[in-house]
């Protein structure tokens, strides 16, 4: 009895060195573009809010948009505690004073600074507000979209955040009909990422993912965004940098795909090995 636990703690030992070891190998190829980063992303293991600065980050960057927003929803969250009243006023509020414009692969520190917005920069302020005020919620991630539902009083809300108006949807049979249009179908045809790369029409049609994503995760996709963007201006070494960020944030398929296409296109273009 006593060698059986001996080899079980063995093999639980062995277990936990080898997931340490390789939480730090992972830890060592991530490369910062800036010290302000690294301040970020550290904070950003406690603070989802600074992981979501941490793209593109710069010294002295205003967050007082951010500030300003949460100070006014705190004084209605005071007085009104958790109603739709004040879910109605994240929404509103958040498009007044953060959401601008919308410009695909748009960065949280670009939402904060010029208004610039997309849906995972979007969800990402919305998202922590909500999870300020305590309110149940899931983010969503589809194919080529990221939402979020709220569970209020055992019912469904929408937070859609590209929609200015209407993105806030509370009735019954539109949020079945919203969720409906997202999940996916059997006979939905799977485009590769190359396919999906090469022609972004396609992805309108591709209803293969549908899934809750963390914030944390969501952070990640942010960084997978961003690596998009450098993919198609062909600066290889840089998606990659970004995509190993993304994958210690959360390590998804699609994102180890981009990982694995950018080392491959980077070869076969510059003939350069890449990490």
Not at 28 to 50: A, M, R
Not at 90 to 107: A, T
Not at 217 to 230: E, M, P, R, S, V
Request: glycine fraction near 6%; charged fraction near 25%; proline fraction near 3%.
């Amino acid at each position: 009895m006593k060698k059986a636990l001996l080899f079980t703690f063995i093999l639980l030992l062995q277990g936990f060195i080898s997931f340490a070891q390789e939480a730090m190998d992972q830890l060592e190829e991530i490369k910062f573009e800036s010290v302000s980063e690294e301040e970020h992303w550290k904070k950003g293991q406690e603070s989802p809010y600074d992981l979501f600065r941490a793209v593109h980050a710069q010294v002295g960057l205003s967050d007082e948009k951010w500030v300003n927003l949460t100070l006014e929803l705190d004084k209605k969250h005071n007085k009104k505690g958790n109603s739709i009243a004040l879910l109605r006023s994240i929404f509103e509020k958040s498009h007044r004073d953060l959401f601008k414009k919308y410009e695909q692969h748009s960065s949280f520190n670009a939402m904060l600074t010029e208004g610039k917005f997309d849906c995972v920069s979007g969800s990402a302020a919305l998202g922590l507000l909500l999870e300020r005020y305590g309110f149940n919620f899931e983010i969503i991630e589809t194919d080529y979209h990221v939402f979020i539902v709220i569970d209020f009083d055992g019912r469904n809300i929408i937070f859609e955040s590209t929609l200015p108006v209407g993105g806030m949807i509370t009735s019954h049979s539109q949020v079945i009909a919203y969720l409906e249009s997202y999940k996916p179908t059997n006979n939905t045809p799977f485009y590769n990422l190359n396919q999906r790369l090469g022609d972004p029409s396609r992805v309108l049609e591709d209803r293969s993912i549908f899934r809750k994503v963390s914030l944390i995760q969501l952070a990640g996709l942010q960084y997978y965004n961003d690596a998009i963007l450098h993919f198609n201006e062909q600066y290889f070494s840089d998606a990659s940098l970004q995509l190993n960020k993304a994958l210690a944030l959360y390590p998804s398929p699609r994102i180890e795909g981009l990982k694995s296409l950018a080392i491959e296109q980077a070869y076969k273009t510059f003939g350069k090995d890449i990490k």
